[in-house]
């Protein structure tokens, strides 16, 4: 049981690590039916339930987390997303008619999960949510949370936009009712002491986002930096800000192998980094200690694995474990 020591080590070292919604690589599989039930030979059954989308590269290192997770225990780990909040919290109906041992799942929208979340609860099952609404996560009846506070997240942009200079900031949603977003164009806004404007695109049509911000930044010549909130769309505003002959400094959140090829190159000033990875895995660790012991972790709050900003000082250590997909 060496390797169960040396996790639950790490799992209670997270809330002082403090380093640091989604598309472009191939995010986990929507598959109908979530959970399979309790594994054989008394091995413990979890289902990871995430609202990433297919070909999703953010939430590819979620489940690569969550997976590892389950190898390195013994757990049998079942990964499911669905990008509808509605398919999704179906998805987690079915992990408790399923009598999984445990629930991990991310809440975009939390009040469309919420029945679905309070009706594992009820059924015994305990519940880890990740990534997004870990405000509303005991209140549901979760025994904890990880992630990154994402107004926290957001003030931490803004406060490295303001450092560069940026006074007149878009910040770009790309995916319309997710609360988390929202917050990180709120958090960015305190720091630079003043509004931001925001734009909303879809995720799933990335052309299309491209063009909506090259008009954004044709209309108002002013705009010096553009803040996306997805690596995907750090891309396309990258390519966006070339197209409308803008000098604007874009900044994103999250990683990918082309934001980390953006950062090295200069089209990308820097990316707030969430470390996924540690949102798949350390749910599964948590779980695990709560089945066989009880316990559990962050005294009620979350268990926080960002922000951390990943810029030309630091992003050729950081490559290669992207490419690894653990970052």
Not at 20 to 35: L, Q, R, S, V
Not at 136 to 150: K, L, M, P, T
Not at 185 to 202: K, N
Not at 225 to 232: F, P, Y
């Given at each position: 049981?060496?390797?169960?020591?040396?996790?639950?080590?790490?799992?209670?070292?997270a809330?002082?690590?403090l380093a640091?919604?989604?598309?472009?690589?191939?995010?986990?599989?929507?598959?109908?039916?979530?959970?399979s039930g309790t594994?054989?030979?008394?091995?413990?059954?979890?289902?990871?339930?995430?609202?990433?989308?297919?070909?999703?590269?953010f939430?590819?290192?979620v489940?690569?987390g969550?997976e590892?997770?389950g190898?390195?225990?013994?757990?049998d780990?079942?990964?499911?997303?669905?990008?509808?909040?509605?398919?999704?919290?179906?998805?987690?109906?079915?992990?408790?008619?399923?009598?999984?041992?445990g629930?991990?799942?991310?809440?975009?929208?939390p009040?469309?999960?919420?029945?679905?979340?309070?009706g594992?609860?009820?059924?015994?099952i305990?519940?880890?949510?990740?990534?997004?609404?870990g405000?509303?996560?005991?209140?549901?009846?979760?025994?904890?949370?990880?992630?990154?506070?994402?107004?926290?997240?957001g003030?931490?942009?803004g406060?490295?936009?303001?450092e560069?200079?940026?006074?007149?900031?878009v910040?770009?949603?790309h995916?319309?009712?997710n609360?988390?977003?929202?917050?990180r164009?709120?958090?960015?806004?305190?720091?630079?002491?003043?509004?931001?404007?925001?734009?909303?695109?879809?995720i799933n049509?990335?052309?299309g986002?491209?063009?909506?911000i090259?008009?954004?930044?044709?209309?108002?010549p002013?705009?010096d930096?553009?803040?996306?909130?997805?690596?995907?769309v750090a891309?396309?505003?990258?390519?966006?800000a070339?197209?409308?002959?803008s000098?604007?400094q874009?900044?994103t959140?999250?990683?990918?192998?082309?934001?980390?090829?953006?950062?090295?190159?200069?089209?990308i000033a820097?990316?707030?980094?969430?470390?996924?990875?540690e949102?798949?895995?350390?749910?599964?660790?948590?779980?695990?200690?709560?089945?066989e012991?009880?316990?559990?972790?962050g005294?009620?709050?979350?268990?926080?694995?960002?922000?951390?900003?990943v810029d030309?000082?630091?992003?050729?250590?950081?490559?290669?474990l992207a490419s690894?997909?653990t970052r």
């Open positions: 049981m060496a390797a169960p020591k040396r996790l639950l080590a790490l799992v209670l070292a809330p002082l690590v640091a919604c989604t598309t472009d690589g191939g995010g986990g599989g929507g598959g109908e039916d979530a959970g594994a054989a030979d008394g091995e413990l059954a979890f289902s990871v339930i995430t609202h990433g989308s297919a070909g999703d590269a939430w590819d290192v489940q690569n969550a590892a997770a190898e390195d225990l013994g757990i780990v079942d990964y499911q997303s669905d990008g509808d909040p509605q398919r999704q919290a179906q998805l987690i109906d079915a992990a408790v008619n399923s009598d999984v041992d629930i991990v799942v991310s809440m975009a929208n009040d469309a999960l919420q029945e679905s979340i309070e594992a609860v009820e059924a015994g305990p519940v880890v949510t990740i990534n997004s609404g405000e509303r996560s005991a209140e549901f009846g979760a025994i904890g949370h990880v992630g990154q506070d994402e107004r926290i997240a003030q931490g942009a406060q490295r936009l303001a560069n200079g940026a006074e007149n900031v910040c770009v949603i995916e319309a009712g609360i988390g977003l929202e917050q164009c709120a958090g960015a806004a305190e720091a630079l002491g003043g509004d931001i404007s925001t734009v909303q695109v879809d049509d990335l052309q986002a491209q063009s909506t090259t008009s954004q930044l044709q209309t108002d002013t705009i930096a553009v803040l996306t909130l997805n690596s995907a891309a396309v505003a990258s390519d966006a070339a197209d409308a002959g000098d604007a874009v900044a959140f999250d990683l990918n192998e082309d934001v980390i090829g953006g950062i090295q190159s200069g089209d820097f990316a707030v980094d969430q470390q996924q990875y949102q798949g895995y350390l749910p599964v660790v948590m779980l695990q200690l709560y089945a012991n009880l316990n559990t972790v005294g009620g709050r979350p268990v926080l694995t960002g922000p951390g900003i030309a000082d630091n992003v050729d250590a950081i490559a290669d690894a997909g």
